[in-house]
Each structure stands twice: as C-alpha cells, then as structure tokens.
C-alpha cells in the first residue's frame, strides 16, 4: 500500500444514520496521488460536527478513534472518505461464533479455521477436558460451526498440515500428540496418538514430520516421522534445558521459544546453530525475514535480527500490557497482532524494529489469547468464542465500514 500524505483537513458535509456513517471531504496538505482504498484514524474532535485534523499514520492514544476508508483520491488533491463510528478500539469484528470450551488457539487454512479448546469440568475446575473444533470461515461476517473432535485433557496448540490436524495434548496427569483426519470437517476422527507422560505442549508439522515441544515434567523438542499417519515414530530428539513454550518451522531452521530464551536449531541435524538469552520467560515466537519476534508471559515483545546466526542480537523491543500469557502471535508484513487477554489484540507497526509503534487494537469482550492472519481478516481466538476483524495489510478496506 502507498503512503498517502500524513495530515488532512476534514469538513464533515453528511451523516447517514443509517448506515452509521459520516460523509467527510478532505484536502491534503503535500503532494499525493493514489488510486488504492486506504485506511484512516482520525482524533476524537473529528467526531463533531467540524473541521479537524486526521492523522495517516494510524497514531494511538487510547481514546475514541473513527476509521475511514477512502475510495480515491483526485488530482487536486481532495479525498473522500467515510466514517464508520467505532468506539474504544480499531474496526469492530465483522463475524463471531461462540465455542462450546474456551479457545486457546486457532489456526486458518483453506476456509477453514482449527481452533484448539481446553476448560475446567463444571464439577472441578482442576480436571480439565479438550478438544478440537473445526469452524467454517468461507464467509467471514457468518462463521460458523462444522464438526468437532472431543478428546485429551487439555489441548494447547494445532498445527494443520494436508487432511490431518495434529493436537497438542497437555496436562501433568498425561498427553498426547493427536492425529486427526480432518478430510471430513463435519465428521473428524481420531486416526493415532502419540502419548508421553506430561503430554505435549505444541506442535508444528512440515514434510511429514511433527515438531513436538514436550509438556509437563519435560524439556526439549522431539521429531516424529508422521509420514505413516496411523503409526507416529520418533526419529530424533533434542534437549532443551527449559521448557519449550513455542516452535517455528521456518525453511531449514527451528525456532524455539523456551523459558530460558530463543534456540535456532538446523532442522536436519538439530544442532543448535544460534541462541538469544531472552530477559524473561518466551512464550510465543514468529519469524519474517531476517527477524525473529519473540514474546514474553508477561507481555514484553522483543525483537531479534537474525542475520548473523551465531550470534542473534536483540534490536528493539516493546512493552505491551496484558493479563495473559498469548499463545500465538502473528506478523504480517509491516505489522505483528499481538493477544493481550482482555486488552485485545495490540496491532504493532515494525517496520523501523529499532522502535515498533503501537498503531491499532481490536477490542472484544473476552480476553484474546491467539491469533492468524491471512491477506484480508484477523481471526483471534478469545475467552468469548471467535472473532474475525479486517487486517490491516488488506487492500479491501470495505469490510471496516461494518457496525453493530
């Protein structure tokens, strides 16, 4: 998307209470020519009935935000856009759909998004039941529910790989790595387990291999070959002196979040080829480029350039206020959607990694704990069901004019 100018000045000419929208024309104060939908934030004074300032660079300050969406922009500089009110928070969700346990991670592939559940039993709340819900996400203002897979004590992470979903089991009392033939997503079945004491914390799958971080009373990561879905075998083994919270599969490189820092491992040999001593407990890691981004428990993001493998250095960091510990990050392009429990996903700008800047949030009203992202929609799996927003990187804009 281009950059347009960075400050325009609004006359509000409309309202159309029907629609819940505002009609505004703009004119630029520098030289700017699109033809693309781009996205706006203006101040709270732009919620009246005059002329105001709108800032370009999505800025923050925790107050009532409006969004604009502008179709186009002439040769003499004047925009059109359209305001959607949205209070206390960036667009609202444009689709939801309830979950029968509470969600703690989702994963999106083709249509379709895996989200895995995991609650306390009514009777007792430390007994814990799981499972793996499959939701239909073809049209993103009506998700909805297709079938879904009741099994384990607690499933943490999914990873999804050709018709097989593969559910990461976790609880101190015992786990498993599941196998799920997912080829029916009304009708998903259990096709093997692979069971360790402890059970299994997470998982990613690449070229019929399962990556799997091992849960209570372990440490490390563990390779099995799934390539025999019916029969998982471990073929190599690596120990990590900490618990590992996250992992990347990432072109011939792992990428392992750990309690006691960041472990880049060579996805052949599984030597340890680089290392990050992280200040605090990670718990969950994404890789774009030559950056890694790694996330504490307690809600610090810390930015690491990878470029030099043996010796990974940490070049910006950001403190983000959250009551949970996300399970799942998500970057793309210039910008990484951070969960952060009940202040909602934090949108971040990192394009400068020495000073990633707040830009935007998503706002729900349970605590969001994971998130994917594809080209148009975020989908983030909170303590309230699932909730689909409009990204950032979309280059349709026109889903943000939704209101409720």
Known sequence: MKRLF????????????????????????????????????????CMQFSSCELQTSLGFDNE??????????????????????????????????????????????NGHAYVALCEGIPENPYVFRGGLQIVDISSPTLPSKLGSYV?????????????????????????????????????PSLVSSWSLFGGVSNVAVAEGHAY???????????????????????VREHPVSEFVEDIVVHTNRIY??????????????????????????????????????????????????????????????YDITTDYSPVDIAVVGKYLY????????????VSAPEAPIEVAFYSMPGAAYSVAVDWNYAYVANSDGVSIFASLRSTNHTSLLHSE
């Open 6 to 45: 960075t400050k325009t000045t609004l006359w509000i000419i409309g309202w159309l209470p029907a629609l819940g929208l505002i009609l505004v024309l703009g004119k630029a104060s520098s030289n700017a020519a699109v033809s693309e939908p781009f996205i706006y934030t203006a101040s709270p004074d």
């Open 64 to 109: 009532v935000y409006a969004v604009g969406i502008g179709a186009s922009i002439t040769n003499n500089l004047t925009a059109t856009v359209y305001l959607p009110i949205v209070a206390n928070n960036f667009p609202l969700a444009i689709g939801h759909v309830d979950m029968p346990w509470l969600p703690q991670d989702i994963t999106v592939v």
């Open 151 to 187: 099994g384990g004590y607690c499933v943490w992470e999914t990873a999804v790989n050709g018709k097989y979903a593969y559910v990461a089991d976790v609880s101190s009392r015992g786990g498993s790595l599941m196998i799920v033939d997912i080829s029916d997503p009304i009708s």
């Open 212 to 234: 799997v971080g091992l849960g209570y009373w372990g440490a490390g990561l563990i390779v099995l070959d799934v390539s025999i879905p019916t029969n998982p075998t471990v």
């Open 256 to 317: 392992l979040a750990a309690s006691n820092g960041l472990h880049i491992l060579d996805r052949t040999t599984l030597n340890e080829i680089g290392f990050y001593p992280a200040p605090e407990r990670l718990s969950s890691v994404a890789v774009q480029g030559e950056y890694v981004y790694v996330v504490s428990r307690y809600g610090n993001l810390y930015i690491v350039d990878i470029s030099d493998l043996a010796n990974p250095t940490e070049i910006g960091s």
């Open 338 to 349: 951070f969960p952060a429990g009940y202040n909602g996903v934090r949108i971040l700008d």
